[in-house]
């Protein structure tokens, strides 16, 4: 049995596709098997936020561009996919960006597609499951929704602007600072940014 690491990663329709898509391409390059799932809107998102980012004879997957012989697309619609049993055991899922809506059918128990069936089983495996929330102002039902997520073990990583580490190359090394603490909580080593105390 292959000692690789095994992470999901949902991609919902919020804002935020640049952060999946650089924690995707570190965790490959970390040599970890990445799980992709994601929602009709999410492709959207993508495709706006992301734009034609295909080569010249590079084949399109859920992110143009993006291929490699670890990481493994299913659709929302796929329930036969590994993520969808707790047998399969994923070593941790993160959801990046997540809709309220996402959160709020996480909160609630609702499996309704792929993405949302594998969350459920992370939290009832007691496996770990990192949402990346993408809303403001959060209202008070956001708020309620995200702590019934945290009071079942889910960790909640909104992607928050960082200044002390004095970012000079704008969005991109905000970007690496965000996927730096999700790194940091599915425990994959890196140095994304300069850390505090260490600059």
Request: no cysteine; charged share 25%.
């Given at each position: 049995m292959?000692?690789?690491?095994?992470?999901?990663?949902?991609?919902?329709?919020?804002?935020?596709?640049?952060?999946?898509?650089?924690?995707?391409?570190v965790l490959l390059e970390s040599d970890c098997e990445v799980h992709l799932t994601c929602s009709k809107a999410g492709r959207l998102v993508i495709q706006e936020e992301l734009g034609p980012r295909q080569t010249a004879g590079t084949p399109g997957g859920m992110i143009p561009g993006l291929q490699?012989?670890?990481?493994?697309e299913f659709s929302e619609r796929d329930f036969y996919?590994?993520?969808?049993?707790g047998s399969s055991r994923l070593d941790a899922m993160v959801i990046v960006p997540c809709t309220m809506g996402t959160i709020?059918?996480?909160?609630?128990?609702?499996?309704?597609?792929?993405?949302?069936?594998?969350?459920?089983?992370?939290?009832?495996?007691?496996?770990?499951?990192?949402?990346?929330?993408?809303?403001?102002?959060?209202?008070?039902?956001?708020?309620e929704n995200l702590l019934r997520l945290a009071r079942?073990?889910?960790t909640v990583i909104p992607p928050v602007l960082t200044f002390y580490q004095s970012p000079g190359d704008g969005v991109a090394e905000q970007i690496d600072f965000?996927?730096?603490?999700?790194?940091?909580?599915?425990?994959?080593?890196?140095?994304?940014?300069?850390?505090?105390?260490?600059?």
């Open positions: 292959s000692d690789r690491r095994r992470i999901g990663v949902g991609i919902t329709g919020a804002s935020g596709a640049p952060i999946a898509v650089r924690l995707i391409e490699h012989d670890q990481l493994l996919a590994p993520m969808a049993s709020g059918a996480i909160a609630a128990g609702t499996s309704d597609n792929l993405l949302r069936r594998a969350a459920d089983v992370m939290i009832k495996e007691r496996r770990p499951l990192i949402v990346v929330p993408r809303e403001a102002p959060l209202s008070e039902i956001h708020l079942a073990g889910v965000v996927v730096s603490r999700i790194l940091d909580h599915v425990g994959i080593d890196n140095d994304l940014y300069a850390r505090w105390g260490k600059r």
